[in-house]
C-alpha cells in the first residue's frame, strides 16, 4: 500500500525528476528539504528547455559533494536523455541539431562545456533498499 505524507521525515528518499533548468523551482525544492536529515535522488533531466542549466548543475553538484551543508543525510543524481544529448553536442560534437531541437541552451554552451566530464561519468540508475531508481527507458 501506498501512502502519502506531505511531512518530510529524517531518513526518506526523496526522488525528483527533470528539473530542465528551472535553478528558480529548485531552489524552492532545496528551501523544502534544507534541514530534513533525508536522502535526495535527482532521476536525470537537470538540463535542457529552462533558461539556467548552469546554476542547475553547480548548486546539484554542490548538494552531492556537501549534503551536510543543506542538512541532508546524502544526494545522488542520475543521468537522464538530455545529459545524453548534452554530453554528445558539446563534448562529442555531434547530435548538435537533436540537442538544440530538445531544448538544448546552445547560448550558453561554452558555459556547460565546464560540466560536461561530471555529467558524463553520472550513472544512469542506483538501487537503494529494495528500490530502483532511473530515469525512463529500462
Request: charged share 25%.
Amino acid at each position: 500500500m501506498i501512502t502519502y505524507n506531505p511531512h518530510i521525515e529524517p531518513g526518506d528518499v526523496i526522488a525528483v525528476g527533470d528539473i530542465h533548468g528551472r535553478y528558480d523551482l529548485l531552489c524552492e525544492f532545496v528551501d523544502r528539504v534544507r534541514g530534513k536529515n533525508c536522502t535526495v535522488i535527482f532521476l536525470g533531466d537537470l538540463v535542457d528547455r529552462g533558461p539556467q542549466d548552469v546554476e542547475v548543475l553547480v548548486l546539484v553538484r554542490d548538494m552531492i559533494e556537501n549534503p551536510d551543508r543543506y542538512g541532508l543525510a546524502a544526494v545522488y543524481c542520475l543521468k537522464g536523455n538530455h545529459e545524453d544529448m548534452f554530453v554528445a553536442a558539446v563534448r562529442d560534437g555531434w547530435g548538435w541539431r537533436e540537442w538544440v531541437q530538445n531544448g538544448g541552451n546552445h547560448l550558453r554552451a561554452d558555459e556547460l562545456k565546464e560540466h560536461v566530464g561530471w555529467v558524463k561519468e553520472l550513472p544512469v540508475y542506483m538501487i537503494v533498499g529494495d528500490t530502483l531508481f532511473f530515469h525512463a527507458g529500462v
